[in-house]
C-alpha cells in the first residue's frame, strides 16, 4: 500500500509542478479524464487552444488539496497556473477564454525555445 505524502511534501511537490510545466493544472481527476464538470471545462479550454498542459489528480492522495489550497489560499479545484503563476479556477479561466485574455497571457508567458 502507498503511504500519503504529508502536507509540507506535497507543497514542496507544487512548487516543482508549477516551476517545470508553463500550465498546469490540479484537477479532479487525470488529463483527459476528468471527474467533475468544472476540471473538464478547464481541460476542455486548452485542448481547443492546443495549448500543452499537465493535470495532477487531487484525488490521488489526500493531501494534495490541503496543500494546493493552502499554497494559494484559494478554497476549491480545478487550480490552474501559467508560466508558473496562480490564474485562478473554471470560472476565472472560463470568462479570460471568452474574452480572449487567455490567449494573450498564454502567448506572453510562453517559455523561450531553446
Same mark, same amino acid.
Given at each position: 500500500?502507498?503511504?500519503?505524502?504529508?502536507? +509540507?511534501?506535497?507543497?514542496?511537490?507544487?512548487?516543482?509542478?508549477?516551476?517545470?510545466?508553463?500550465?498546469?493544472?490540479?484537477?479532479? =481527476?487525470?488529463?483527459?479524464?476528468? /471527474?467533475? =464538470?468544472?476540471?473538464?471545462?478547464?481541460?476542455? !479550454?486548452?485542448?481547443? /487552444? =492546443?495549448?500543452?498542459?499537465?493535470?495532477?489528480?487531487?484525488?490521488?492522495?489526500?493531501? !494534495?488539496?490541503? *496543500?494546493?489550497? *493552502?499554497?494559494?489560499?484559494?478554497?476549491?479545484?480545478?487550480?490552474?497556473? !501559467? %508560466? %508558473?503563476?496562480?490564474? %485562478? %479556477?473554471?470560472? !476565472?479561466?472560463?470568462?479570460?477564454?471568452?474574452? =480572449? +485574455? /487567455?490567449?494573450?497571457?498564454?502567448?506572453?508567458?510562453?517559455?523561450?525555445?531553446?
Amino acid at each position: 500500500m502507498n503511504e500519503s505524502r504529508s502536507v +509540507e511534501e506535497w507543497t514542496e511537490q507544487v512548487k516543482r509542478d508549477i516551476a517545470e510545466n508553463h500550465v498546469f493544472v490540479y484537477a479532479k =481527476g487525470e488529463k483527459n479524464a476528468a /471527474l467533475c =464538470g468544472f476540471s473538464h471545462r478547464v481541460m476542455e !479550454i486548452f485542448n481547443h /487552444l =492546443g495549448v500543452p498542459y499537465e493535470v495532477r489528480n487531487i484525488f490521488s492522495d489526500p493531501n !494534495i488539496r490541503p *496543500a494546493i489550497c *493552502a499554497f494559494t489560499h484559494w478554497p476549491t479545484t480545478p487550480q490552474v497556473f !501559467i %508560466g %508558473g503563476k496562480f490564474v %485562478g %479556477g473554471c470560472d !476565472i479561466l472560463t470568462e479570460m477564454y471568452e474574452t =480572449g +485574455e /487567455l490567449k494573450r497571457l498564454l502567448q506572453a508567458s510562453k517559455p523561450e525555445e531553446a
